[in-house]
């Protein structure tokens, strides 16, 4: 795979001189918080803030993932990079890439992914632990923006894999409110129609506990494009969060 840098964020990352793999692979910056060290290797996360942009660079080394197209392993960058674009490709609001790499060398199989941070935006779980003081107005509006995100990932046939308040990010627009996803590695197609949407959907309502019955109906409203399903769909959700409780 040849480095991607994108257009938007090439000029600044030259004049800094970070528009190539092994510069973004020496910088010296802080991670923001502990190592990954599963799957026999270490992946890190730094802020780089280039003066009028910011973004989090991503580093890791011998930290693979395994399938059929890749049996020996290649970098979870790769296939975050891959639904990346994919996201983008299909309108689906995410997090962007400025600059993606790997290299190989004896031993070693290292991956660079820069993505520019979402300064202005919070995570659904900030606006979650403050729920009960947030206008009605200001609720409504996040749970129909929430419902329409959900909804314009599954009509493009994609599954999250990680739909958490953790990795939807909000931020206000006058009286709505825009999203995007992060946390992208484990997308894959949508393959089982509505059991899937429901896996899908139901770790968001399980984990988003601030939220009554008024609320998932907003939502669903929002999902389901104001159709009569409601209620079915609070059904079925209720079930299967019963089904995976029970199995713990």
């Not at 020496?26 to 730094?46: C, F, H, Q």
């Not at 019955?213 to 059904?235: I, M, P, Q």
Request: proline share 4%; glycine share 8%.
């Amino acid at each position: 795979m040849r480095d991607f840098i994108a257009v938007e964020d090439r000029a600044l990352l030259e004049r800094h001189g970070l528009a190539d793999f092994d510069a973004l692979w020496a910088l010296k910056l802080e991670a923001v918080d502990e190592p990954n060290t599963e799957r026999g290797g270490w992946s890190s996360v730094y802020r780089l803030d280039l003066g009028e942009a910011a973004y989090y660079l991503k580093r890791q080394s011998n930290h693979l993932t395994r399938d059929l197209a890749h049996p020996f392993g290649e970098p979870t960058f790769a296939r975050e990079f891959r639904n990346i674009q994919r996201y983008r490709r299909l309108a689906i609001p995410a997090l962007e890439a400025a600059f993606y790499g790997q290299r190989r060398q004896p031993g070693e199989h290292r991956a660079v992914l820069l993505t520019r941070a979402l300064d202005g935006w919070r995570d659904l779980d900030w606006y979650l632990d403050q729920w009960a003081q947030l206008p009605d107005a200001q609720r409504t509006a996040i749970l129909e923006a929430c419902g329409d995100l959900a909804r314009r990932l599954h009509q493009a046939g994609q599954m999250h894999g990680c739909f958490y308040p953790k990795h939807i990010f909000l931020r206000a627009t006058g009286a709505a409110f825009e999203t995007r996803l992060i946390d992208l590695e484990k997308t894959r197609p949508l393959l089982l129609g509505r059991r899937d949407r429901l896996k899908d959907l139901e770790p968001l309502l399980r984990r988003a506990r601030a939220w009554g019955d008024v609320e998932l109906r907003r939502l669903l409203g929002a999902y389901l494009g104001g159709t009569g399903e409601v209620h079915d769909w609070l059904r079925r959700l209720a079930r299967r969060r019963r089904d995976k409780e029970a199995r713990r």
